[in-house]
Structures are given as structure tokens and as C-alpha cells.
């Protein structure tokens, strides 16, 4: 099954006309495609399905578990399927069934180790601040960004822990939108508080998943953890240079090699 991937398009500011790509049997968008949810509309009506894992900055400005089921509602209404905490199996056309999981999986400030939390959340808490988002009515602070993190990543654990393969499936693809490992750390900024509101260590969750994608770093990345190839297409802020080298039209094989 090939992939097209594409996160971080950042529409409400940004331009860019999403293509098909040739030979993708399905479009994963791993968050971050438009703040004011408008630009989904450019997916209606696509060639083949479209899985959407909702970004950070799809809930700025809202309550989070409010916009949850308003982003589900938007989207369904346009064609696309919703993956935040979900799992759904895709066919490709050998008739091989590919299991997709997808959770933002915020961060839960714990990349440099339980030593180094506090000093974590203290730095996420300017991106908190960015969001002016709330849950449950209550300031969407860096506790409770670290209390949803949590419940998406024993979500997540217990999905992969089901195996890479099983009844129903022949491989895993899990999509998050922060990234599972600090080797998709942003090489211009190297490894430092605020990395840990952009990465989590999920790398012990990685044997149940053949690909991860993942979007939230304006970088591109491809490597290998173990048996695990991690990948991410991110487009950026074009005034920074961040989408230079971006390619919106490759993909990326489940059953390769």
C-alpha cells in the first residue's frame, strides 16, 4: 500500500494546492493542515481515502473535547475519516490489509526522562499560551496537556501491544501528530527544553508498528528505529524556509523492504 503523507500545512496563513498523488491508495494528513478548518474542503472528493489525525493547532482557540466532535462532524461531512484515538483497516489493491492507528498523542513532557519534566512543562508552557485552547472549560495548561497525552499514549500502547500483524491486519501504520522519538528533533534548534512540546519517547511502542508518521516539527524526516521506519513529511512556513525540499507528491510504501 502507498502512502501519501502531508502535515503542517498551516492553510490559514499558508498557500499550497494539495495533488493526488500517482499510485497513493490513500492521503494520511497528520494535523496541522488549517487552524480555521476551512482548507479541508480541498480533500473533498478525493481519488482515494483520506485519513485526517488532528494537529495542535486545529483546536487554537477552542475547547479541545468540544472540538473534537466538531472537527469529526466537519470532516465526515466532506468525505474524510477522523483517526484521533482510532483505528480503522484499509485494503490495498493485493487485497492486504493495512491497520491505521491515529492520535495527536500530545506531549506529555517526558522525552529527557521524569528528572527533566518540570523543566519541560515550564518551556511548553509558551506554546500553551499560543493555543489559547481550553478542556472542559479550564485553561488548556501544560498539566492538562500532559493528563491528554497520557490517556492518548495508553490508547496508543495498548492498541500496539495487540501486534504488528494480527487477526484483521497484515501490518501497522501508526500516525501521531507530535513526533515518537527526539531523532526527529528539529535540527536547527538541537535538543532542548522546548523539544520535549514537539517529541515524546515512544520508541518501546514502536515494535507493534511497521511505519510511523507523524507531523508537529516543520522538518522532514525518514529513519529507522530497530524495525520500525519513522517518517515525516511536514510542509512548514514558507518566510522561514521551512518548505524547501518538500515533496507533497511522494509516497511511501507499507510492505516495502
Same mark, same amino acid.
Request: charged share 25%; proline share 4%.
Given at each position: ?39 479541508? +474542503?480541498?480533500?473533498? *472528493? &478525493?481519488?482515494?481515502? !483520506?485519513? $485526517? ?9 477552542? #475547547? ?99 501486534? +504488528?500483524?494480527?487477526? *484483521? &491486519?497484515?501490518?501497522? !501504520?501508526? $500516525? ?9 528533533? #528539529? ?71
Amino acid at each position: 500500500m502507498k502512502i501519501q503523507l502531508l502535515s503542517d500545512l498551516h492553510l490559514e496563513t499558508e498557500t499550497f494546492e494539495p495533488l493526488p498523488a500517482a499510485g497513493a491508495e490513500v492521503l494520511v494528513l497528520a494535523g496541522d493542515i488549517d487552524t480555521s478548518w476551512r482548507s479541508f +474542503e480541498l480533500f473533498r *472528493g &478525493w481519488p482515494v481515502p !483520506v485519513l $485526517v489525525v488532528p494537529g495542535n493547532h486545529e483546536f487554537d482557540r477552542r #475547547d479541545v473535547e468540544a472540538a473534537r466532535g466538531d472537527l469529526r462532524r466537519h470532516v465526515q461531512a466532506l468525505g474524510l475519516r477522523l483517526l484521533d484515538d482510532e483505528a480503522v483497516v484499509l485494503a490495498d489493491a493485493q487485497g492486504r490489509r493495512v491497520r491505521f492507528l491515529g492520535s495527536t498523542r500530545w506531549s506529555d513532557f517526558d522525552v529527557f526522562g521524569p528528572a527533566q519534566r518540570e523543566r519541560a512543562k515550564r518551556a511548553g508552557g509558551y506554546f500553551q499560551k499560543v493555543m489559547q485552547s481550553t478542556r472542559h472549560g479550564e485553561v488548556f495548561d501544560v498539566v492538562a496537556v500532559r493528563e491528554l497525552a497520557l490517556e492518548c499514549r495508553a490508547w496508543l500502547a495498548g492498541e500496539l501491544a495487540r501486534g +504488528e500483524a494480527g487477526p *484483521g &491486519w497484515d501490518a501497522t !501504520v501508526a $500516525v501521531t501528530h507530535f513526533a515518537p522519538s527526539l531523532k526527529s528533533a #528539529d535540527p536547527r534548534y538541537g535538543r532542548q527544553p522546548g523539544t520535549a512540546s514537539f517529541c515524546n519517547d515512544d520508541e518501546a511502542l514502536m515494535p507493534g508498528a511497521r511505519l510511523w508518521l507523524h507531523g508537529h516539527l516543520h522538518c522532514r524526516h525518514d529513519y529507522r528505529v530497530a524495525g520500525t521506519r519513522v517518517v515525516s513529511n511536514a510542509r512548514g512556513h514558507v518566510r522561514k524556509g521551512e518548505a524547501n525540499g518538500f515533496d507533497g507528491l511522494r509516497t511511501w510504501e507499507v510492505f516495502a523492504d
